[in-house]
């Protein structure tokens, strides 16, 4: 009778706590809105389709617009669309505003995040409606449309009682469960104290903490089928298997460990969870898992390598796996290996900090490397004097230089005077070079924010100041005085953070939002090209200005990921077409399809920018990381 | 593939056992053989040859060795020729030429294959033991070759001897038991626990030092050592503690390859506690038959010398693994004289201290390079701490570096005490360890692994 009275109550508690995590999972998706509820729309082109990551979508027509939820409190509305070939949009209806957008790539899913504040009934809609360049195809097809979530900027709602109890009940199955296994109180005791100990210590929510649940649908199907087959198992392992039933209580235990931490990760890649809401920003590229062998039959080993690396990149639940490693390493000591928590809310990479800058300072205090650093740079600029083309230099630096008072104690602190130094030199040698950092530390309490604070990029607003320097650098060239003639227009728009997939803290929400400055400057929402976008050596994106205020010629910007901030700079004005290239080796910019494409353009100046931390790149050979 | 992969740790050894316990008994050597064979060939391919071919000419010699000590030489030197070939090489090649200043025709760069070192001792040692008569001719070349190829210790030890393990051969001596697959588990997540949450932790601080992008300050030095001395125990005891654990739960059992060695008194017993099965192997085949302490004093001290020079270059064809090996052959000479005998903290502290120069050479790139780092040391006046030594202090490292020491370095007493304490709540233990493993495959996951040091020789 005592074993049924238990077992009835264990089920009892277990189907409590599945019923909360239900409770989670429905709680947040109420506010979703999908492709398939677009039913309701008239015009209507192709009925649902499946991508391959299994999203669905809708492909709608350019004249249609959708309505999706409003939301009654401040809170920011995402929406997941694709634009079809062929056309260009940068601007979006919401309502009765018209905002304008970044620039869409055909086929690649965005996300556009609408901040809306409160106002009317929860039964209000709001209208969404692209607006489309005139109609360069025969296609109906305009854009496609995923989904809508809405989720909340102030006055959390989360539940925080529900999600305490949430983890007070996982605690108790845990112990039950070791103690079952165990038999062992004090063990038990001890496991559920440390768990207490580690919910009362957090220096984040338990809501915060457990917050990217709430991003993964599928993550539940999932656990609740991991839930019953865990429960069956648990209920029925001693009868089932006398290898278990022998093993002593110590050795079940590390048994049950065991297994349970080489399944999760094998179930999560043979059924992989929904990770596109938890993507983890690394920097490179994930291995791609071997579909053919390659060289010799006998080569075993140079094929078993790429495999190797593939499982150890498609782990399953592997960025849950960070998320939790990162949460502890933060809770518990306050640090990460990936970035160091400055202050103010700034992060700061450190990879930067720790490998790069002190390998910028060997090359700089080494006379023989920093003699070979600027040689390079100067057989740069001869390379393109020989095509008549006048260079300008632009060394962008990293935000721990300007903003060094953010760093935290644990940051090494370098002094950029060895990079300004390395700029007198290269002056005094003939190359002509903007002093970026004296220019962005003049402006610095001009504007309240020069980079952002959660990402190594610099914003619009440096690249704007940087822009401006380098258009008056050409304007003096050509002698024209004061040619830039612009203001200065910044308004707060909230943009996704890319340092919190850095960060990657379980605590981190993909869709983080912080506050930035943007430039308007953009009169005739002129398009960014891509033109060559696939290929392997270089990118470019351009830009036709057909009747700048005061030409300058064309423009052409050798860049980094930081010139594509001067895309909203307001360069629109000056040029009449500005090209920005990313290489990944500098001397690309060398081969005949780029010189052909500056001839073709008539480029006379071209802007040749890198960061201080890519510097000692140049002496590998390498232009362009990321 | 190393043991602690992410493919090893889930499915490869997974597998592996599931299989093992699910088939019948007389077919379990057969597959540790086979899942041998793939684990060597996923790393070193067609490598796989040449310990076959050592495996099959040492089986097909073994009769024809016993008391006839030139076969037995001619064996021995036929199993050195492919170490010789693939390590040093180059090595002497570079002698030459740094000697006689003439290069020699450049031999093409050829792969190390995994493992070289270890398996050619295990294959000499069986040969002198054959021909000691101290083992019987092994007539069943399965049996020699599983010993040789057995996974557990083919890429990096510990060094077993035939006679060890022969009996484990046999099957019946090999039942499955819950409490060997618990205890060798246990051992296995241990191992694991220390190479990724340890060694790995202090090689992210060492690696920083060693590699040249750091100021090398005195503060750095003295850290980056002494983080590489807690990696390369932490990683080497950690790998030869996965092994042991994976041979039990496969019924076998491998002989012990570390005592503490950091609590060692003397340079003599460090050696009598590190990397144990080398040592032996050393005092038994090339040690006592050089004639070991028995011809006077001078004759065993160039004995000592001749060994430790011998495991310098075992280590590595390399000046600096000489310089560490001659290093430590000075120190046993000069402490055999009776010139240096501290005892008791003092003596385990200056040991600790020399163990840690000594492994400057062995881990730095080149000749200069330990030079920088020994200057560097010693250079207290001039720079004591540059800009980047915060990025040294990570509290999460130096936290971690601090456990490692006080595991390393407490006293006897205490540890014997801390040991008991674990031995008699063997639950607490099950989940202290348990919980050490998860904490580890969190990291291994996030950081991924970096290669065993002694899988390089």
């Known amino acids: 009778m005592k074993k049924y009275i238990i077992g009835i109550a264990y089920l009892c508690v277990t189907l409590f706590c599945l019923y909360e995590l239900q409770w989670l999972i429905t709680q947040p998706r109420q506010y979703q809105f999908l492709a398939r509820q677009l039913d309701t729309i008239e015009v209507q082109i192709r009925a649902l389709e499946t991508n391959p990551q299994g999203d669905e979508f809708r492909w709608l027509s350019d004249d249609v617009t959708i309505a999706v939820p409003k939301p009654t409190q401040t809170g920011i509305v995402h929406m997941h669309v694709w634009i079809a070939p062929g056309r260009v949009t940068t601007e979006i209806q919401v309502g009765n505003y018209r905002l304008t957008t970044p620039l869409f790539l055909p086929f690649q899913s965005r996300r556009i995040a609408i901040l809306t504040t409160p106002s009317g009934t929860q039964s209000s809609l709001l209208p969404i409606k692209f607006i489309f360049k005139p109609n360069e195809t025969t296609t109906p097809i305009a854009w496609a449309f995923a989904g809508a979530y809405w989720s909340s900027i102030t006055a959390q709602p989360d539940p925080q009682p529900q999600l305490t109890l949430f983890v007070i009940i996982t605690l108790a199955i845990t112990t039950l469960t070791l103690y079952r296994i165990s038999n062992h109180p004090l063990t038990s005791i001890t496991f559920a104290g440390i768990g207490v100990l580690m919910v009362l210590v957090a220096k984040t929510p338990i809501s915060a903490t457990i917050g990217w649940i709430t991003d993964q649908p599928a993550l539940y199907n999932r656990l609740w089928v991991l839930a019953i087959v865990w429960l069956i198992w648990f209920w029925k392992y001693p009868k089932g298997l006398a290898f278990l039933t022998h093993a002593p209580a110590q050795a079940r235990v590390v048994f049950v460990a065991y297994g349970m931490l080489t399944l999760i990760p094998v179930i999560g890649m043979i059924a992989p969870p929904e990770s596109a809401n938890i993507q983890i920003e690394e920097l490179r590229k994930l291995q791609e898992c071997p579909d053919h062998w390659t060289g010799a039959q006998w080569d075993v080993a140079a094929n078993f390598a790429p495999l190797a690396q593939c499982v150890t990149d498609h782990i399953g639940w592997r960025s849950t796996f960070i998320r939790v490693k990162n949460e502890i390493d933060y809770q518990v000591f306050g640090v990460s290996s990936r970035i160091y928590f400055g202050h103010n809310g700034f992060y700061f990479m450190r990879r930067w900090s720790d490998e790069r800058f002190p390998w910028l300072q060997e090359i700089l205090q080494t006379p023989s490397q920093r003699q070979k650093l600027l040689a390079t740079l100067q057989q740069i600029n001869q390379n393109y004097a020989k095509q008549g083309i006048h260079v300008i230099m632009v060394i962008a630096p990293s935000k721990e230089f300007i903003y060094p008072e953010n760093l935290p104690w644990n940051a090494p602190k370098y002094d950029y005077q060895m990079v300004r130094d390395f700029e007198n030199d290269m002056e005094a040698s003939g190359l002509d070079v903007i002093h970026t950092f004296d220019l962005l530390q003049s402006h610095k309490k001009d504007v309240p924010l020069l980079y952002h604070p959660r990402d190594f990029h610099w914003n619009d607003l440096s690249a704007y100041y940087v822009a401006r320097a380098v258009t008056d650098r050409i304007a003096k060239h050509q002698k024209i005085t004061n040619p830039w003639n612009h203001p200065l227009n910044v308004c707060s728009m909230f943009r996704k953070a890319s340092d919190q997939s850095f960060a990657a803290l379980l605590s981190n929400r993909n869709v983080y939002s912080e506050t930035y400055c943007q430039i308007t400057t953009m009169p005739n929402n002129t398009p960014w090209i891509i033109e060559n976008r696939f290929d392997r050596d270089f990118n470019v994106w351009r830009a036709d200005f057909p009747s700048p205020s005061q030409t300058l010629g064309a423009l052409e910007i050798d860049g980094d990921s930081y010139s594509m901030y001067f895309q909203t700079a307001g360069l629109e004005r000056y040029f009449n077409q500005v090209v920005i290239t990313k290489f990944a080796n500098w001397h690309d910019a060398f081969t005949p399809d780029h010189l052909g494409y500056l001839q073709r353009g008539n480029v006379r100046y071209v802007v040749w920018q890198m960061r201080d931390a890519s510097l000692p790149l140049l002496l590998n050979d390498i232009y362009n990381e990321y | ?457």
Not at chain 2, 376 to 390: F, G, P, R
């Open chain 2, 1 to 457: 593939m190393i043991f602690a992969s992410p493919i090893f740790l889930f499915f490869f050894f997974p597998i592996t056992v599931i299989i093992y316990t699910l088939i019948p008994l007389k077919w379990r050597n057969a597959l540790l053989l086979i899942a041998s064979v793939l684990f060597y060939m996923s790393g070193s391919g067609p490598y796989i040859l040449v310990i076959i071919g050592l495996t099959i000419f040492n089986s097909m010699i073994s009769p024809y060795i016993i008391d006839n000590r030139r076969v037995l030489g001619s064996a021995i030197a036929v199993n050195l020729v492919p170490l010789i070939y693939f390590k040093y090489v180059g090595f002497f090649e570079r002698i030459w030429l740094d000697a006689v200043g003439i290069s020699t025709p450049k031999t093409a760069a050829v792969l190390l294959p995994l493992g070289i070192s270890f398996y050619t001792f295990h294959a000499i040692s069986y040969l002198i033991d054959v021909a000691r008569r101290r083992i019987p001719v092994n007539t069943k070349v399965n049996s020699y070759l599983l010993y040789m190829l057995f996974f557990p210790h083919l890429i990096a030890g510990p060094i077993v001897r035939f006679k060890e393990i022969s009996s484990q051969f046999v099957l019946e001596n090999r039942r499955l038991r819950p409490q060997n697959v618990s205890s060798g588990l246990q051992l296995f997540i241990l191992g694991f626990a220390k190479k990724i949450l340890i060694g790995d932790q202090c090689a992210a601080i060492a690696d920083q030092v060693f590699n040249q992008h750091i100021t090398l300050s005195s503060a750095n030095a003295w850290l980056g050592i002494l983080a590489y001395t807690m990696q390369i125990y932490f990683d080497f005891s950690g790998y030869s503690d996965m092994a042991s654990g994976l041979a039990r739960i496969f019924g076998f059992r491998f002989p012990r390859n570390f005592r503490r060695p950091y609590s060692a008194q003397s340079i003599t017993e460090f050696w009598q506690r590190w990397h144990i099965s080398l040592s032996r192997w050393f005092r038994d085949y090339v040690y006592i038959p050089l004639g070991g302490n028995r011809r006077g004093q001078r004759r065993t001290l160039f004995n000592l010398w001749v060994i430790f020079v011998l495991c310098g270059l075992w280590h590595g064809a390399n000046y600096t693994f000489l310089v560490w090996g001659v290093g430590h052959g000075v120190w046993m000479v000069v402490e055999r004289l009776g010139w240096w005998r501290p005892r008791g903290w003092w003596g385990q502290l200056c040991t600790f201290v020399i163990t840690m120069l000594l492994w400057v050479p062995f881990r730095a790139e080149s000749l200069s390079r330990t030079w920088q780092i020994w200057l560097a040391c010693i250079k207290w006046q001039t720079t004591l701490v540059s800009v980047d030594t915060v990025t040294l202090i990570d509290p999460k490292r130096i936290f971690l570096l601090v456990v490692a020491l006080c595991i390393c370095c407490m006293p006897q007493r205490a540890f014997v005490q801390c040991k008991l304490f674990w031995q008699n709540r063997p639950l607490l233990r099950a989940s202290a360890i348990s919980l050490s493993f998860a904490l580890a495959i969190l990291v291994l996951i996030d950081q991924g692994f970096t290669p065993f040091i002694y899988a390089n020789f």
